[in-house]
Every structure is written in C-alpha cells, then in structure tokens.
C-alpha cells in the first residue's frame, strides 16, 4: 500500500472519529462470507458505519486524535472492525444480540462512548445499559410531569369537596 493512500485512510478514519461521538472496536477474524455480510446489513439497519481497517492505521488515527486513547493500544490485535455510532447503546445491544444467538463472532474488543473507554468483552452489558440521549430526555420529562400529574389529579379528585366546602363557608357566613 503507497503511503499516500495509508495517509488518505488515516484522514478518513479521523473524520469519521469527528463525526461521530462513540465507536466501537470489534473483533470479525474468522467470519466467512455469509456472517459478514449479514453484519454490515445489520449495522446500516441500525445507523451504524462499520470499516475494517489495520491496526496500525486505526492507531495513528487515534494518535492524531486530541483525545488521548492510550488505553485502546491493547486491543488492536488481530482482525479489527470499527463501528461508528451516533447512539452510544446501539452498538452494544446489536453485538449483545449476535452472542445471544451462541454467536462468538463478532466480539467487542473495545469502546469509546459517552467520553469513557471500555476494554474486554466483559464490558458489553455496561455498554448496553448506556442510555442515549433522548431515553435520558424522555424520563426526564416523565419525571417532571409525574407531580404535575399528581396534583391535576388531585384537584380534580377533590373538585367536589372543595366546592362543598366552599358552599357550606358561603352559608356559615350568612
């Protein structure tokens, strides 16, 4: 491979790591044909963007990065995929799926989501109970709209009585 086409890979995976917030590094050695194939399908139904790319070019990329990415070093051996990702939990609950199928392949190597580095297959179910940021807003506004919901409530349930006791203060008055 010429150099210049080595610098233009480093370039794009570089822009994609500007793109998009979180990505994945996992493991495809040994997938044939047929499992490939249905993976990149099942990452464009999901939004992801996976490259295969050599490792000493993905660490370049990482080294050219302003975030320091030391911690990926270890698990860039052997056959490496990227996932890149604008949902931090995507990834992981697709790779959660493949395993659950008795699937060892693909496996997680790493992740860096929500600005935080995940190393080893070990951490796929912290990486799955990672909430996006709309679940986040969605209880959020669940949570805010829950006493105001209990106050309606109240006030309605209690419509009656506070008329009662309006009317019966209305004629003591009297």
């Not at 233009?8 to 793109?19: H, K, P, R, S, T």
């Not at 997938?31 to 990452?43: H, V």
């Not at 050599?54 to 911690?71: C, G, I, P, W």
């Amino acid at each position: 491979m010429r150099k210049e086409d080595k610098s233009a890979i480093i370039a794009q995976l570089g822009a994609a790591m500007q793109e998009f917030p979180h990505f994945y590094l996992v493991d495809v050695e040994g997938l044939n044909a047929e499992a490939t194939s249905a993976l990149r399908r099942k990452c464009f139904q999901n939004g992801l963007k996976m490259v295969v790319v050599k490792n000493t070019l993905l660490k370049k990329a990482l080294d050219a990065s302003e975030v320091d990415f030391t911690a990926l070093d270890e698990a860039l051996k052997g056959s490496t995929a990227v996932m890149f990702t604008q949902v931090a939990n995507v990834p992981a609950k697709m790779l959660q799926e493949f395993k659950s199928k008795k699937q060892e392949k693909p496996a997680l190597k790493a992740a860096y989501a929500e600005e935080g580095i995940y190393v080893g297959a070990n951490q796929l179910d912290a990486l799955c109970a990672i909430k996006s940021k709309n679940e986040v807003i969605a209880e959020i506004v669940a949570l805010l709209q829950s006493p105001a919901k209990n106050v309606l409530s109240a006030l309605q349930s209690g419509q009656n009585t506070i008329h009662g006791v309006l009317k019966t203060l209305g004629e003591k008055a009297e």
